[in-house]
C-alpha cells in the first residue's frame, strides 16, 4: 500500500462505488477505512438530522390526517355503505322503468287477447240466430243489411 485513497475515491467508497482495488485497499488500510466509517458516521447523522427537522416540521401542520388514520376502517365502512345506498337509489327507477314497460306489455296483450275474444264471441252465433244478427246495429256490417 503506497498511496491513501483520494478525498473522492473516499466518498465514493462511502457510497459503496467503489474499484476492487480500492476494495482491497479499504481493506488493508486502517486509515482509509476509518475515513470511510467517519464519513458513513456522518451521513447517517446528516440523514438523522433531516428526519427530525421533517419530523418537527410536520408535527403541527398534519393533524387532521392523523386523527384520520385510526378511523380509516370505519370510514372505509361507511363510505362503503353510502356508495352502495346511492347505487341502489339509483337502480330503483331502472327497475321502476323496466317495471313500468312490462306492466304496459301486460296490458297490451291482456287487451289483444281480450277484442280476440270478443271478436270469437260475437262472429260465432247459433245457426238459427244468424238472421236475427244482422238486425243489430254493428259498424262493421254494412247497410244493405247483409253480415260481414
Ligand atoms: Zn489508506
Redesign the pocket.
Known sequence: ?H???TYDQLTRATIGDCTTQELQ??G??????A?VVTMNESLLGFRDAVLNWTHSQTKSAPRLVLDAAPLTPRRTLRWSLAAAAVALVMTIPIYRNAAERQRLLQEAEDTRLLEQVDLQLSRVVPGPMESLVTLLPNEKSTNDGEPR
Not at 28 to 33: F, L, Y
Open positions: 500500500m498511496d491513501h485513497l485497499h479499504l488493508e488500510c486502517s486509515v482509509c477505512s475515513e
